[in-house]
């Protein structure tokens, strides 16, 4: 007999992960699902976390929020993509922008035809045919609508946000669509004596917030999916050793830069995200080969404006939980496991946990089939993004430092090798459509970081050498044209949302 709805949802925790869950649920379930949301001011929330990639837009689109007020709510920027610095060498860089690489022809990639024109000794490099990468050089955005048939590119996006005022945004948006907020401490968990799902959780004054699904967004303590299911961890520290960061708010300084800047350093890199307030930045290191100490000072004396709080240090090991549905709980968020920031995955990965939740949303008991589609499929997502986030360090080009040194020769997942050697022998690459990265990002990275393939696809040299080069330089030439006629990304964001920041009180965020 299925249970009548509705179907009562807890879930332990409220940053980023615990909001972005509540506010989808009560925007697609206001009458199935009834949710109440646990957190503790005192415990705080990470707060970092500031930089997404495209389909976010798909979430906010999905729960009406307007772009304009979420973008002043949150002190937010646009985001075109990620200038990598001196990670395929030093002084050297490249960007992985959203959007298209160049176009292609027929079947063929365009970065097939790149190949064949960079062996005849032409063809710049392979950001002077993207036209993010030529828009966000320029310091540029706006919404740019194409008529159909147009031959330019879309411009995707995706947002710089504060992490404190954007859980803050969510946590009205949910309130007001009927979640219930409790506050309080978690200090205990009750189970149902016979299938031993979690009945309640029990917070330090003797409350009972009983629930037929948990959903543990309690962040890296993992307190119901660890703590007390004992799910297990996948640790990859050894093919990701960076296992800290230290992160501190500067002032901002001009031109607005509409992408996030990761710059390598000599024991991870470091993040810059500029805001409408403040920029972001951090310096994610291996704490084997540098001190908590020398991160913190490398971090401060590479900063474009004074900092603006004292630096704060962020544990965190990389990896992901054995099973991210357990019995009647499943974990969202970084209590489902962490892949460090390099490619602003994280608040994605929490996304489509989303997604996946509502597709397997049970009705009464969760269905042992329903887990473990759940959990196969999260594991699935986790390990490719892991495989493209190291084949960044081992792609390095940073010889006579130990870390990248180390990193360079490592053995990496089978998988992860088997793509770099095809791509190296063919120039493809085959990732599967339920992949985070497509074909765009693989090629920019892969490139961008100096693994040159030996050959090209055959198709692309039914182009003669002539026709070959004018169709680089007409698709140089037309995003060139295309950028030129859009404004200053800062002029833009002044007109199109400027922070509230009368509502916006500072950051509080605590370390966890
Ligand atoms: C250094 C760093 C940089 C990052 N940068 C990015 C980025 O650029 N882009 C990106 O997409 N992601 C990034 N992330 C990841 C991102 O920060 C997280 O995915 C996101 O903030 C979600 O966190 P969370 O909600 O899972 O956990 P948290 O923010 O830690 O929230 C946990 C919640 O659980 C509550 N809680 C915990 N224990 C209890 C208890 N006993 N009782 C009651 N409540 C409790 C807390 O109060 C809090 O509300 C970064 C992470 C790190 C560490």
Same mark, same amino acid.
């Given at each position: 007999m299925s249970q009548p709805l509705p179907l009562n949802v807890v879930i332990a925790g409220g940053g980023t992960a615990g909001w972005m869950t509540a506010a989808a649920l009560a925007h697609f379930l206001p009458r199935a699902a009834k949710v109440t949301l646990v957190e503790s001011d005192e415990i705080?929330?990470?707060?970092?976390?500031?930089a997404t990639i495209p389909p976010i837009c798909t979430f906010n689109s999905a729960l009406a929020i307007d772009e304009a007020e979420f973008l002043a709510a949150t002190g937010g920027t646009y985001k075109l993509g990620i200038a990598f610095e001196n990670w395929g060498g030093f002084n050297e860089g490249y960007v992985h922008a959203f959007g298209q690489v160049g176009r292609g022809i027929g079947l063929l990639p365009f970065h097939q035809f790149w190949l064949r024109a960079r062996s005849l000794?032409? =063809?710049?490099?392979?950001?002077?045919? #993207?036209l993010n990468t030529v828009v966000l050089a320029g310091n540029r955005f706006a919404h740019v609508t194409r008529e159909p048939g147009s031959p330019l590119p879309p411009v995707p996006y995706a947002f710089h946000f504060d992490a404190s005022l954007y859980a803050r945004f969510l946590r009205d948006f949910a309130q007001v669509r009927g979640v219930t907020r409790k506050e309080g401490r978690i200090v205990g968990v009750e189970r149902d004596g016979d299938s031993g799902d979690v009945a309640a959780v029990i917070l330090t004054d003797g409350t009972k917030v009983s629930g037929d699904l948990f959903v543990d967004c309690?962040?890296?303590? =993992?307190?119901?999916?660890?703590?007390? #299911?004992?799910?297990g961890f996948d640790d990859w520290t050894h093919w990701l050793p960076c296992d800290r960061a230290v992160a501190v708010p500067s002032e901002s300084v001009s031109p607005l830069t509409p992408y996030t800047r990761s710059v390598a350093r000599s024991a991870g890199w470091q993040w810059r995200i500029p805001l409408q307030h403040r920029t972001g930045n951090g310096y994610v290191f291996s704490s084997a080969h540098i001190s908590e100490d020398e991160a913190t000072a490398s971090l401060l004396s590479n900063l474009d404006g004074e900092p603006m709080a004292d630096p704060r240090v962020i544990r965190f090991t990389t990896g992901k939980r054995?099973?991210?549905?357990v019995h009647n709980v499943v974990a969202i968020g970084l209590s489902s496991g962490f892949i460090e920031p390099l490619e602003s995955t994280s608040i994605h990965l929490i996304q489509t946990a989303v997604n996946r939740l509502l597709e397997m949303l049970p009705r009464g008991r969760v269905s042992p089939a329903a887990r473990e589609n759940y959990n196969r499929r999260t594991d699935f997502e986790m390990e490719r993004l892991r495989d493209f986030i190291i084949l960044h360090y081992h792609a390095n080009g940073r010889h006579g430092e130990a870390f990248w040194d180390d990193l360079r020769v490592m053995s990496v997942p089978e998988t992860l090798q088997q793509r770099i050697e095809l791509f190296r022998a063919t120039g493809g690459v085959f990732p599967s459509a339920?992949?985070?990265?497509?074909v765009r990002g693989w090629v920019q990275v892969l490139i961008g970081q100096n693994v040159v393939p030996e050959q090209w696809h055959p198709?692309?040299?039914?182009?003669?050498e002539e026709r070959l080069r004018e169709f680089l330089d007409k698709t140089e030439a037309a995003y060139v044209q295309d950028a030129a006629r859009l404004p200053d990304a800062a002029a833009y964001i002044a007109g199109f949302a400027p922070m509230n920041r009368q509502a916006a009180a500072p950051a509080t965020a605590l370390a966890q």
């Open positions: 705080g929330i990470v707060g970092v976390g500031e000794g032409f =063809g710049k490099p392979l950001g002077h045919y #993207l309690s962040g890296f303590r =993992g307190l119901l999916i660890e703590q007390e #299911l004992e799910s054995k099973r991210a549905f339920d992949e985070l990265f497509d198709l692309a040299d039914e182009l003669d």
